[in-house]
């Protein structure tokens, strides 16, 4: 059984900048993509980043810039550092890994930014 667990999200103020963490645990072999999407209410889900197991990245438009993810194959966890956040980053953000051509998500976690 995997499981992601997110942490980091909060309420921040536009301009500031938060950092939300995924880690993964349970019985898995190795972890291929991770990454890090977002819904707010009414919308579908969207692919903000994702980043491979050799560490290539790849970003939303509009996100690139100002969000970066990173991850720690010791510890089966990726990172999100975002900065310069608009109000219109606010959203529950979910984490997403790739393991044995399965996908798995978190829980959410919510990010607030207000103007």
């Known amino acids: 059984q995997v499981q992601l667990v997110e942490s980091g999200g909060g309420l921040v103020q536009a301009g500031g900048s938060l950092r939300l963490s995924c880690a993964a645990s349970?019985?898995?072999?190795?972890?291929?993509?991770m990454g890090w999407y977002r819904q707010t209410p009414g919308k579908q889900r969207e692919w903000v980043a994702h980043?491979?197991?050799?560490?290539?990245?790849n970003y939303a438009d509009s996100v690139r810039g100002r969000f970066t993810i990173s991850r720690d194959n010791a510890k089966n966890t990726v990172y999100l550092q975002m900065n310069s956040l608009k109000p219109e980053d606010t959203a529950v953000y979910y984490c997403?890994?790739?393991?044995?051509?399965?996908?798995?998500w978190g829980q959410g976690t919510q990010v607030t930014v207000s103007s």
């Open positions: 997403n890994a790739i393991i044995t051509g399965r996908s798995y």
């Open positions: 980043i491979t197991s050799s560490g290539r990245t």
């Open positions: 349970g019985t898995m072999n190795s972890i291929n993509a």
